[in-house]
């Protein structure tokens, strides 16, 4: 079997920290491994619709902020294909079927589906396509039999959805032994801050739509101002005073991103985070020092960044371009797939040659 990927982003916005150690990074690093076969990457604009459907042009802006981050944060064209959602057609028929093989009970029990729908607060009007995103998700990802989904831990009902939906398919439309559709897995980041990355104001996920984003295009003076503005231990007045980890986004960042090697670089006094962290727990570590560290290793990440965005945003054709090609590719991938689907589902009626032969041998002998 091949070792396929895909994974992407709703073009809500501009990319943050948050999908950065989550899942961008990640993809980085996997791209350059050499280990897979294909890898897909989608902005989805589609699903990002589903909860912004008045809003088409909020969609339309950002789809182009997707794709320079991407491209800046180290995606390589001719590694992944990247590709917008709703230009592959193939995804949206997958979905009309699929629903057939999900229930309403099903659909409600999802947890993040949930959370999401208190956050927009949908509870009394839920649109339809919203309620149902995460059966377009499977579509999304069973079109390129993906085995491997590098995602935050949010995206982990998803995924289970979409495995059940592929056992449903296989099982009541596929022999055994020739089942069309893949079951994928989550790739979750190791380190459990990575898989939820706070908010800059210590809320449990930094999310586009809570506004409390470190983003990777920040210019250097924002990135600074929302650092040394991040919540800490209310506490922890004076600099003699014991301060406390629990809920210290400032040190919940540094354990997402700060290597023993920082500290040599940016902040001697400590070898490493736990001796800092210490230090701070036994009283006589200011958090200004502390955001000063933060600053330095998150702009050692962001400033390489922040500079290949310079590069491709004075060319924004030659991205269109790159998103064009990258869907062509999609969009053949997920046509071999649909075929497939189609065949297994008994409804390519025009390709079944024996069909029509079989039909005209019955209409033959009943006529007789
Ligand atoms: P929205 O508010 O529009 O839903 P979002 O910030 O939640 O935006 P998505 O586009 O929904 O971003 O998420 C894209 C990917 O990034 C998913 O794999 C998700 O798990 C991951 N991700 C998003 N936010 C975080 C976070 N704070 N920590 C880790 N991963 C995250
Ligand atoms: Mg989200």
Do not use: W
Request: net charge negative; proline share 5%.
């Amino acid at each position: 079997m091949e070792n396929i990927i895909l994974t992407g982003d709703r073009p809500t916005g501009r990319l943050h920290l948050g999908h950065y150690v989550g899942s961008l990074r990640r993809r980085v690093e996997l791209q350059n491994s050499g280990e897979f076969d294909k890898i897909f990457i989608m902005i989805a604009d589609a699903q990002a619709l589903t909860d912004n459907f008045d809003n088409p042009d909020k969609i339309r802006d950002n789809i182009i902020e997707v794709a320079l981050d991407y491209l800046s944060a180290g995606l390589d064209p001719s590694k992944v294909n990247i590709f917008i959602q709703s230009a592959v057609t193939e995804l949206t028929e997958l979905t009309f079927y699929y629903m057939n093989l999900v229930t309403i009970s099903r659909l409600e029990r999802n947890p993040t589906v949930k959370a999401e729908m208190q956050l927009r607060n949908f509870e009394t009007s839920i649109p339809a396509g919203f309620f149902t995103y995460p059966v377009s998700q499977t579509s999304d990802i069973t079109a390129f039999k993906a085995t491997v989904v590098p995602v935050g831990e949010d995206q982990l009902p998803m995924l289970e959805q979409a495995r059940e939906i592929v056992r449903k398919f296989n099982a009541t439309y596929c022999e055994e032994g020739k089942e069309v559709l893949v079951e994928p897995k989550a790739l979750i980041p190791e380190n459990s801050v990575c898989s939820r990355l706070p908010g800059t104001d210590g809320k449990a996920k930094m999310s586009k739509s809570l506004g409390n984003c470190i983003y990777l295009s920040d210019t250097p003076e924002e990135v600074r101002q929302k650092v040394m503005s991040m919540y800490t231990d209310p506490n922890h007045i004076k600099i003699t005073d014991p301060g406390s980890l629990e809920g210290n986004t400032v040190f919940t960042y540094l354990d997402a991103f700060a290597k023993d090697e920082d500290f040599a670089k940016f902040c001697p006094d400590y070898k490493n985070l736990d001796e800092m962290k210490e230090h701070y727990q036994r009283g006589g570590l200011g958090d200004v020092k502390v955001k000063k560290f933060l600053l330095a290793v998150l702009e050692q990440e962001l400033a390489p960044i922040r500079e290949r965005r310079k590069q491709y945003e004075k060319d924004i054709p030659a991205v269109y371009e790159i998103l064009k090609k990258g869907t062509e590719a999609a969009s053949a991938e997920a046509a071999k797939t649909l075929s497939e689907v189609r065949a297994a589902m008994r409804i390519n009626y025009f390709d079944d040659a024996e069909l029509i032969a079989s039909q005209q041998k019955k209409f033959n002998s009943t006529a007789e």
